[in-house]
């Protein structure tokens, strides 16, 4: 990862030789795709959650009451707990967080019915950000506030929170009001606004996107993630933010990182920071695109006799269905022999008649393209003439003025000419015109050359090959043409043949109705394997229409890949060894090796026994993932290119089944972890609150008294 | 291939003298160049008309388009457009274009000076500031421009071609911004998709299929 490698220079030169091209023309077709080294990417972003405030009105015993909850957590590890209850609302919260973060609402149906209005506040750097709307049945209206003075660490937002008074007003109106009252005292700012959920996704995504530095790496796009993305190594290649931000949670434990094993390896991607993984996703873009355009081309010139993969796909599926059909059926042994002679010679037909449908479509495309050649020399031959004319139009006038500073053509000026002198730029100058222009030397005097006689005089060089290459186009083309023609007649014959052959196969049937099934599917049987047949053979021999900017682009997608795999080597190396040592901080000392690879798999050993993160443990699988994410997190600050903005949340679904021990290690080593630089900040949501309370200050754990709701 | 960049100097100064003449407003008297007869405004509308002139089938899908919307009589633009994508003349006068940034666009420097040399245009900036990059030119034909348009109509009917194209242009463009000949092209799916400093691919295909519908949607 040497600066000297991310130059222009040695890109373009490895493009070309793994591409066995000419330098400079490597050079030209990546300048004009914008296919670069990627730039530096910035220093990576802190993101923090100061604040977390959410009210509303659900039904309780009959009635329609109030709730709201209010945390603070704080810069390092926080915790949220309950006391031996589950549903106590713990996963809401987390769900708001992510709500507020991600755009996009996950809370339960019910709970999203009741909560009106959520407040966020986050530090991202330096900058305060508050997200802050009210909701309707998860429809949410309001927007992203910065306000001005606030300490890092500390909530600035006003408090409480304002509240509606009652279920009946307009859902958050208190809290909006009050976001209003703020700004116009200049306390706040409004960022960014929304109105509804598809806003909301789209304008917190792209604020998002912006202030944690995605927008400058190549291979991002803001796309709403209901778009298919593009096959590339078969992992999608293209990530919106709310699919991103899902790396920020540690809730379902499918995956060693983030929620599905599909993402992982592309958000494994962007934790380290491989630069040129977007650069590899923008080669295969361009790749895509340039290969979409060949065969776009070779389509229009083929006629749809020819086959396409689909269509010899969809043969041989019927080929199958076909024969299935037959071994189901009975045959009268009587006509069999007859039968069978009748089919022979028809399936003979139906071949004869596949190959003349073949070479006609073949002469079809030739006589197609040889057309277009012939009429693009015409169209050049003619320019040319119109160009001479044209030209000796403007020669025969005279010039007024300096194109470049409006002086005027004086008289005397022009009369230099006749001394040699250019009346424009005082060049030696002869008013010799050049003969294809004039039609004769001329040694004139001053007026206008004498008249055209382009029509009478010998061509010159470019004519003459203009023409010769006209002349021979135009050949070309009444040749293939004959071809064609004569192809047709040979197409047309075949086709009567086989229809000859059909009847007599027909004919030779008995009409017993079993018999008529077997002979219609032996019928069709019998044309689907000419086609097949013929087909296999010729796709193998269809031209290629080159285009060596796909050369070049394939060359480059695959020298992207190389360099992206190279640099993730040897990070994954130093990853998997921060995994391990954290690991066995976390309680895990029977782990011996930690191996993770670059489609995000953790291979692990322990207790002497090879596995994988797939078998271990639920509370193994929760230390190992917390252990995976803090790891990536470092090695990527480490090297200054990791995009993870430090923000790590626990839904602790597997903490329910540790041992007590190893989570108090856990935490133990979490809370160790604090006091470093660039420590993330950790907040976990679990219901083992008298565990956590033994081990976790008042100050970073929040919980209700026992047995009761958080909210 | 001799067409792409337009051909010589000298072909691409003729079509601009054809494209201001026909398409150009007449000049009013808050004018101030001496002896201008017409003015073209902007430079992008140039690009733009150039483009229409040298690819007979997307100004075909324009005329089409009008006909449609009912801003051109239908008649004469399905009359129009046959001739630009059925007969074969046309493709003889195809020259490519390649799309930047902004579009089609070509330098013109050349052919501009020259038509500015012999004094059959003027160029004029309208800029607060001089030193504004963006701002618009504005190109003025000249009585002696105006002149030497007559004479080529008159004595090279070779070129005829191309002032009945900035005539076809000049029935829907004429008062036109550049921007809005500029959003029109890019309405064009395969104009908008070509990638840039590739050359920009014919339509005559679809065109022709649009042609067609025209055709029978027509009431007898």
Same mark, same amino acid.
């Given at each position: 990862?040497?600066?000297?490698?991310?130059?222009?220079?040695?890109?373009?030169?490895?493009?070309?030789?793994?591409?066995?091209?000419?330098?400079?023309?490597?050079?030209?077709?990546?300048?004009?795709?914008?296919?670069?080294?990627?730039?530096?990417?910035?220093?990576?972003?802190?993101?923090?959650?100061?604040?977390?405030?959410?009210?509303?009105?659900?039904?309780?015993?009959?009635?329609?009451?109030?709730?709201?909850?209010?945390?603070?957590?704080?810069?390092?590890?926080?915790?949220?707990?309950?006391?031996?209850?589950?549903?106590?609302?713990?996963?809401?919260?987390?769900?708001?967080?992510?709500?507020?973060?991600?755009?996009?609402?996950?809370?339960?149906?019910?709970?999203?019915?009741?909560?009106?209005?959520?407040?966020?506040?986050?530090?991202?750097?330096?900058?305060?950000?508050?997200?802050?709307?009210?909701?309707?049945?998860?429809?949410?209206?309001?927007?992203?506030?910065?306000?001005?003075?606030?300490?890092?660490?500390?909530?600035?937002?006003?408090?409480?929170?304002?509240?509606?008074?009652?279920?009946?007003?307009?859902?958050?109106?208190?809290?909006?009001?009050?976001?209003?009252?703020?700004?116009?005292?200049?306390?706040?700012?409004?960022?960014?606004?929304?109105?509804?959920?598809?806003?909301?996704?789209?304008?917190?995504?792209?604020?998002?996107?912006?202030?944690?530095?995605?927008?400058?790496?190549?291979?991002?796009?803001?796309?709403?993630?209901?778009?298919?993305?593009?096959?590339?190594?078969?992992?999608?290649?293209?990530?919106?933010?709310?699919?991103?931000?899902?790396?920020?949670?540690?809730?379902?434990?499918?995956?060693?990182?983030?929620?599905?094993?599909?993402?992982?390896?592309?958000?494994?991607?962007?934790?380290?920071?491989?630069?040129?993984?977007?650069?590899?996703?923008?080669?295969?873009?361009?790749?895509?695109?340039?290969?979409?355009?060949?065969?776009?081309?070779?389509?229009?010139?083929?006629? !749809? +006799?020819?086959?396409? #993969? /689909? *269509? &010899?796909?969809?043969?041989? @599926?019927?080929?199958?269905? $076909?024969?299935?059909?037959?071994?189901?059926?009975?045959?009268?042994?009587?006509?069999?022999?007859?039968?069978?002679?009748?089919?022979?010679?028809?399936?003979?037909?139906?071949?004869?008649?596949?190959?003349?449908?073949?070479?006609?479509?073949?002469?079809?495309?030739?006589?197609?393209?040889?057309?277009?050649?012939?009429?693009?020399?015409?169209?050049?031959?003619?320019?040319?003439?119109?160009?001479?004319?044209?030209?000796?139009?403007?020669?025969?006038?005279?010039?007024?003025?300096?194109?470049?500073? !409006? +002086?005027?053509?004086? #008289? /005397? *000026? &022009?009369?230099?000419?006749? @001394?040699?002198?250019?009346? $424009?730029?005082?060049?030696?100058?002869?008013?010799?015109?050049?003969?294809?222009?004039?039609?004769?030397?001329?040694?004139?005097?001053?007026?206008?050359?004498?008249?055209?006689?382009?029509?009478?005089?010998?061509?010159?060089?470019?004519?003459?090959?203009?023409?010769?290459?006209?002349?021979?186009?135009?050949?070309?083309?009444?040749?293939?043409?004959?071809?064609?023609?004569?192809?047709?007649?040979?197409?047309?014959?075949?086709?009567?043949?086989?229809?000859?052959?059909?009847?007599?196969?027909?004919?030779? +049937?008995?009409?017993?109705?079993?018999?008529?099934?077997?002979?219609?599917?032996?019928?069709?049987?019998?044309?689907?394997?000419?086609?097949?047949?013929?087909?296999?053979?010729?796709?193998?021999?269809?031209?290629?229409?080159?285009?060596?900017?796909?050369?070049?682009?394939?060359?480059?997608?695959?020298?992207?890949?190389?360099?992206?795999?190279?640099?993730?080597?040897?990070?994954?190396?130093?990853?998997?060894?921060?995994?391990?040592?954290?690991?066995?901080?976390?309680?895990?000392?029977?782990?011996?090796?930690?191996?993770?690879?670059?489609?995000?798999?953790?291979?692990?050993?322990?207790?002497?026994?090879?596995?994988?993160?797939?078998?271990?443990?639920?509370?193994?699988?929760?230390?190992?993932?917390?252990?995976?994410?803090?790891?990536?997190?470092?090695?990527?600050?480490?090297?200054?290119?990791?995009?993870?903005?430090?923000?790590?949340?626990?839904?602790?679904?597997?903490?329910?089944?540790?041992?007590?021990?190893?989570?108090?290690?856990?935490?133990?080593?979490?809370?160790?972890?604090?006091?470093?630089?660039?420590?993330?900040?950790?907040?976990?949501?679990?219901?083992?609150?008298?565990?956590?309370?033994?081990?976790?200050?008042?100050?970073?754990?929040?919980?209700?008294?026992?047995?009761?709701?958080?909210? | 291939?001799?067409?792409?960049?337009?051909?010589?100097?000298?072909?691409?100064?003729?079509?601009?003298?054809?494209?201001?003449?026909?398409?150009?407003?007449?000049?009013?008297?808050?004018?101030?160049?001496?002896?201008?007869?017409?003015?073209?405004?902007?430079?992008?509308?140039?690009?733009?008309?150039?483009?229409?002139?040298?690819?007979?089938?997307?100004?075909?899908?324009?005329?089409?388009?009008?006909?449609?919307?009912?801003?051109?009589?239908?008649?004469?633009?399905?009359?129009?457009?046959?001739?630009?994508?059925?007969?074969?003349?046309?493709?003889?006068?195809?020259?490519?274009?390649?799309?930047?940034?902004?579009?089609?666009?070509?330098?013109?420097?050349?052919?501009?000076?020259?038509?500015?040399?012999?004094?059959?245009?003027?160029?004029?900036?309208?800029?607060?500031?001089?030193?504004?990059?963006?701002?618009?030119?504005?190109?003025?034909?000249?009585?002696?421009?105006?002149?030497?348009?007559?004479?080529?109509?008159?004595?090279?009917?070779?070129?005829?071609?191309?002032?009945?194209?900035?005539?076809?242009?000049?029935?829907?463009?004429?008062?036109?911004?550049?921007?809005?000949?500029?959003?029109?092209?890019?309405?064009?799916?395969?104009?908008?998709?070509?990638?840039?400093?590739?050359?920009?691919?014919?339509?005559?295909?679809?065109?022709?299929?649009?042609?067609?519908?025209?055709?029978?949607?027509?009431?007898?």
């Amino acid at each position: 990862m040497s600066g000297d490698v991310d130059s222009w220079a040695s890109w373009t030169d490895a493009v070309a030789r793994r591409g066995r091209l000419p330098v400079q023309e490597a050079e030209v077709v990546l300048r004009e795709v914008g296919l670069h080294p990627p730039p530096a990417a910035g220093k990576p972003h802190r993101l923090r959650v100061v604040r977390v405030d959410f009210a509303g009105f659900m039904p309780r015993g009959g009635d329609i009451r109030p709730f709201s909850f209010g945390w603070d957590p704080p810069g390092t590890v926080g915790a949220l707990a309950t006391i031996e209850r589950n549903e106590a609302g713990k996963s809401s919260v987390f769900e708001v967080v992510r709500w507020a973060l991600r755009g996009r609402c996950g809370v339960q149906p019910d709970v999203r019915q009741w909560i009106r209005q959520v407040l966020v506040e986050l530090d991202i750097d330096d900058e305060r950000l508050c997200v802050v709307f009210g909701a309707r049945d998860g429809e949410p209206t309001g927007g992203v506030l910065r306000l001005s003075a606030a300490d890092s660490g500390l909530p600035g937002w006003p408090t409480p929170t304002a509240r509606d008074a009652s279920h009946e007003e307009r859902p958050g109106g208190a809290l909006l009001d009050q976001a209003e009252s703020l700004v116009e005292s200049e306390a706040a700012l409004w960022v960014c606004r929304f109105t509804g959920s598809v806003s909301m996704e789209a304008v917190v995504g792209d604020l998002m996107l912006d202030r944690l530095g995605f927008n400058r790496l190549s291979g991002w796009q803001k796309m709403p993630s209901g778009r298919a993305a593009q096959q590339n190594d078969g992992v999608s290649t293209t990530l919106s933010w709310p699919l991103w931000s899902a790396a920020l949670g540690v809730g379902s434990l499918k995956s060693v990182i983030g929620q599905e094993v599909t993402t992982a390896a592309r958000l494994l991607q962007v934790y380290l920071g491989a630069p040129w993984a977007g650069t590899a996703v923008d080669a295969g873009g361009a790749l895509g695109a340039a290969q979409q355009r060949r065969s776009a081309a070779r389509r229009r010139s083929e006629q !749809d +006799a020819t086959a396409s #993969a /689909e *269509r &010899l796909d969809a043969l041989r @599926e019927e080929e199958q269905k $076909l024969l299935g059909r037959l071994s189901g059926l009975e045959r009268s042994s009587q006509t069999a022999e007859e039968v069978d002679r009748r089919l022979r010679a028809m399936q003979a037909a139906a071949r004869a008649f596949a190959a003349a449908d073949t070479v006609m479509a073949e002469a079809a495309r030739r006589l197609e393209d040889s057309s277009r050649r012939f009429q693009s020399a015409e169209a050049d031959l003619l320019a040319l003439s119109e160009d001479r004319l044209t030209r000796r139009f403007f020669h025969s006038l005279t010039p007024t003025c300096c194109p470049r500073c !409006d +002086a005027r053509v004086t #008289a /005397e *000026r &022009l009369q230099r000419e006749q @001394e040699g002198r250019c009346s $424009l730029c005082d060049e030696a100058f002869s008013l010799t015109i050049p003969a294809q222009d004039t039609g004769e030397e001329s040694d004139a005097t001053g007026a206008a050359a004498s008249a055209d006689l382009v029509d009478d005089l010998p061509p010159d060089e470019e004519e003459t090959a203009l023409r010769t290459e006209r002349d021979n186009l135009r050949a070309r083309r009444e040749a293939d043409n004959g071809a064609h023609d004569r192809a047709k007649e040979v197409r047309a014959a075949a086709q009567v043949a086989l229809e000859a052959a059909r009847v007599a196969f027909e004919e030779a +049937a008995s009409r017993d109705s079993h018999t008529a099934e077997v002979r219609t599917t032996e019928t069709r049987l019998a044309v689907v394997r000419a086609f097949l047949q013929d087909k296999t053979a010729e796709t193998s021999g269809a031209t290629r229409i080159e285009d060596p900017k796909v050369r070049v682009l394939e060359a480059a997608e695959k020298e992207a890949k190389s360099r992206r795999d190279a640099d993730q080597r040897d990070l994954l190396v130093q990853v998997s060894k921060q995994i391990l040592e954290l690991g066995r901080h976390f309680g895990l000392e029977q782990l011996e090796e930690v191996r993770l690879d670059g489609a995000a798999r953790l291979a692990v050993t322990k207790g002497g026994a090879a596995t994988s993160y797939m078998y271990l443990t639920p509370g193994e699988q929760l230390r190992l993932k917390i252990a995976t994410a803090v790891a990536l997190l470092r090695v990527g600050r480490a090297t200054g290119i990791g995009r993870h903005p430090g923000l790590i949340l626990i839904d602790s679904v597997g903490a329910e089944e540790m041992a007590e021990e190893d989570l108090a290690q856990m935490l133990r080593a979490l809370q160790t972890l604090a006091g470093e630089r660039h420590a993330p900040q950790i907040l976990i949501f679990s219901a083992r609150g008298r565990d956590l309370a033994r081990i976790l200050t008042a100050e970073s754990l929040q919980m209700p008294p026992p047995g009761e709701r958080l909210w | 291939m001799r067409r792409l960049g337009g051909g010589s100097t000298a072909q691409t100064a003729i079509r601009i003298l054809f494209i201001v003449d026909r398409v150009g407003d007449a000049v009013s008297g808050a004018e101030e160049v001496d002896g201008a007869v017409r003015v073209l405004r902007s430079e992008t509308k140039l690009q733009k008309l150039d483009f229409w002139v040298r690819y007979p089938d997307y100004l075909a899908f324009e005329l089409l388009a009008e006909a449609e919307a009912g801003r051109l009589d239908r008649d004469w633009a399905i009359g129009e457009a046959a001739l630009l994508v059925e007969a074969e003349v046309p493709e003889l006068h195809v020259y490519p274009m390649v799309r930047y940034l902004r579009g089609a666009y070509e330098r013109k420097d050349n052919a501009l000076a020259l038509l500015k040399s012999l004094g059959h245009l003027a160029i004029r900036r309208r800029t607060a500031s001089v030193l504004d990059p963006r701002a618009r030119r504005d190109f003025y034909l000249l009585e002696k421009g105006a002149q030497a348009v007559a004479s080529l109509r008159a004595e090279i009917p070779a070129v005829r071609w191309y002032d009945e194209q900035a005539v076809r242009a000049a029935s829907f463009a004429a008062h036109l911004s550049g921007g809005q000949c500029k959003d029109r092209q890019y309405r064009n799916e395969v104009y908008e998709g070509t990638p840039l400093g590739a050359v920009i691919p014919p339509i005559r295909p679809r065109v022709l299929e649009q042609l067609g519908l025209l055709r029978a949607a027509m009431p007898v």
